[in-house]
């Protein structure tokens, strides 16, 4: 029997009571989700394949691996060298695997695009060492850029700068800073909030994230020539926000939008996409 005459009097505090009594097992799982994804974040972001056998060994294992000072550390690199260059490149990977998975693709870009190309496993992976996060991508891309800088003794305005997924946001960043006049991009975001929102569009990820990569932030303030492509179905990042980031671009009739139809995230370049480089890498660079 109810003895408070308040709750008796008044149907409004029985109805709360009683959803209060169904609604606050699930409202206590919304709440622990968001807390451990939080938690979490990192390890959900960042997903390295890591070489542990030879990740401190300075010593290569070929003549296109390098071992770049970091700090208290070393990056891990591939160079691959074109013996009559067009232009020079640095190449940032995506969130997952490392450098060494994309060794090959280094050697198609140096060869298709007559160019020769740094590509670095970032802190964290592969064999370098550290701990990765967004602001240590960033050093790590200062760290690579200066690297390729001094072994050629050229200047920026002979560098390009590649993106994958990840790894564009990266990019971007570093070729708006230093002025690069040539940016390809394939499979990139606006920002990782706009990839964890589509994700988890049951979550307020846009409130919660630490990692940011605001892509489009720096795109606004890029002047150089972009080639991006994207595929239609992208099952990682939707193609809408790489639609979104190129719109974002200040307004150039020689960037390219290149559409891969039913293309998925993780898929080598298409031949259109190279033959677009290889224009862009002519008309900018061959001089």
């Given at each position: 029997m109810?003895?408070?005459p308040?709750?008796a009097e008044n149907?409004?505090?029985?109805?709360l009571?009683w959803?209060?009594?169904?609604l606050?097992?699930p409202?206590?799982?919304y709440?622990g989700?968001?807390?451990m994804?939080?938690?979490?974040?990192?390890?959900?972001v960042?997903q390295p394949?890591?070489?542990?056998?030879?990740?401190?060994?300075p010593?290569?294992?070929?003549?296109?691996?390098?071992?770049?000072?970091r700090d208290?550390?070393?990056?891990?690199g591939?160079?691959?060298?074109h013996?009559r260059?067009?232009?020079?490149?640095v190449y940032?990977?995506?969130n997952?695997?490392n450098?060494?998975?994309?060794?090959?693709?280094l050697?198609n870009?140096?060869?298709?695009l007559q160019?020769s190309?740094?590509?670095?496993?970032?802190s964290?992976?592969?064999?370098s060492?550290?701990?990765p996060g967004?602001?240590?991508f960033?050093?790590?891309?200062?760290?690579a850029?200066a690297?390729l800088?001094?072994?050629?003794?050229?200047?920026?305005?002979?560098v390009?700068a590649?993106?994958?997924?990840?790894?564009g946001?990266?990019?971007?960043r570093?070729?708006?800073?230093?002025?690069l006049p040539?940016l390809?991009?394939?499979?990139?975001?606006?920002?990782?909030?706009?990839?964890?929102q589509?994700?988890?569009p049951?979550l307020?990820?846009?409130?919660?994230m630490r990692?940011?990569f605001p892509t489009?932030k720096h795109?606004?303030?890029?002047?150089?020539?972009v080639?991006?492509?994207h595929g239609?179905?992208?099952?990682?990042?939707?193609y809408?926000?790489?639609r979104?980031?190129?719109e974002?671009?200040?307004?150039?009739?020689?960037?390219q939008f290149?559409?891969r139809?039913g293309?998925?995230?993780?898929?080598?370049?298409?031949?259109?996409y190279?033959?677009?480089l290889k224009?862009?890498?002519?008309d900018?660079?061959e001089k």
């Amino acid at each position: 029997m109810n003895t408070n005459p308040l709750i008796a009097e008044n149907p409004w505090i029985s109805t709360l009571q009683w959803a209060w009594r169904i609604l606050r097992t699930p409202l206590f799982v919304y709440i622990g989700l968001i807390l451990m994804m939080t938690i979490f974040e990192d390890r959900l972001v960042f997903q390295p394949t890591v070489d542990r056998s030879s990740k401190h060994t300075p010593q290569s294992e070929s003549p296109h691996d390098k071992f770049i000072n970091r700090d208290d550390y070393k990056l891990h690199g591939i160079l691959i060298e074109h013996e009559r260059p067009l232009a020079y490149a640095v190449y940032f990977h995506g969130n997952g695997g490392n450098i060494s998975h994309r060794r090959s693709l280094l050697a198609n870009y140096s060869s298709e695009l007559q160019i020769s190309i740094l590509g670095i496993s970032y802190s964290g992976y592969g064999k370098s060492g550290g701990k990765p996060g967004e602001q240590t991508f960033y050093r790590d891309s200062e760290i690579a850029l200066a690297y390729l800088l001094e072994h050629f003794a050229v200047k920026p305005e002979r560098v390009m700068a590649f993106g994958e997924s990840m790894g564009g946001a990266v990019a971007m960043r570093l070729a708006a800073q230093h002025g690069l006049p040539l940016l390809a991009l394939d499979s990139t975001f606006t920002s990782l909030p706009d990839v964890g929102q589509a994700t988890y569009p049951w979550l307020p990820v846009r409130l919660f994230m630490r990692n940011q990569f605001p892509t489009t932030k720096h795109a606004a303030k890029y002047h150089g020539r972009v080639i991006q492509t994207h595929g239609t179905d992208d099952s990682i990042v939707p193609y809408h926000l790489g639609r979104k980031l190129a719109e974002s671009f200040p307004y150039s009739e020689e960037n390219q939008f290149i559409v891969r139809a039913g293309g998925d995230h993780n898929e080598m370049p298409s031949q259109e996409y190279f033959n677009a480089l290889k224009t862009a890498v002519r008309d900018i660079y061959e001089k």
